[in-house]
């Protein structure tokens, strides 16, 4: 992997990572985030990486972590395993700050699978542990802080 520090990748990382502490912060309040809040995020967000040519330069590591996101987000929904907020957090991660932002694998199909392939299951196991430790506590285990504290992760580990 290259380390690619870039002024688009910059916003991105750093509006993605205000977006996710919002939906922490609800997400850990009420077990919820209201649609209102998502959709404005998303909105905005999207207008910053129009603006500033990331999903240009990113186009095809865009796409294919939206298809990605989009086809697991929707089974793991399904299935139970994620609430409808969690899925739309990852699915915002997918749409404004896709793979590693501040390297480049040279693959971007690959890094986009890996990368959200690696979001999921780290937040799934993360989840799990989390409810088996708290086994009295709430029955919804807020899983977008662990999406939130995961998607830091993985962007610091690709600095190493």
Do not use: C
């Amino acid at each position: 992997m290259v380390l690619v520090i870039t002024a688009s990748a910059i916003f991105s990382f750093t509006f993605t990572t205000i977006l996710l502490f919002i939906y922490s912060v609800f997400d850990l309040r009420t077990r919820r985030v209201p649609n209102q809040v998502i959709l404005v995020g998303v909105i905005v967000g999207l207008s910053i990486v129009i603006l500033s040519g990331h999903i240009v330069e990113q186009a095809m590591l865009h796409l294919t972590a939206v298809l990605v996101t989009l086809i697991l987000g929707y089974v793991l929904f399904r299935i139970g395993s994620f609430g409808g907020a969690d899925v739309k957090a990852i699915f915002t991660i997918a749409i404004l700050s896709p793979g590693v932002e501040f390297g480049s694998w040279g693959n971007p199909i690959m890094e986009g699978i890996v990368i959200v392939g690696l979001q999921l299951v780290i937040t799934l196991v993360s989840g799990y542990l989390i409810s088996k430790r708290i086994a009295d506590g709430p029955e919804v285990i807020p899983l977008i802080p662990v999406i939130f504290a995961t998607y830091l992760m993985l962007q610091v580990l690709a600095l190493l």
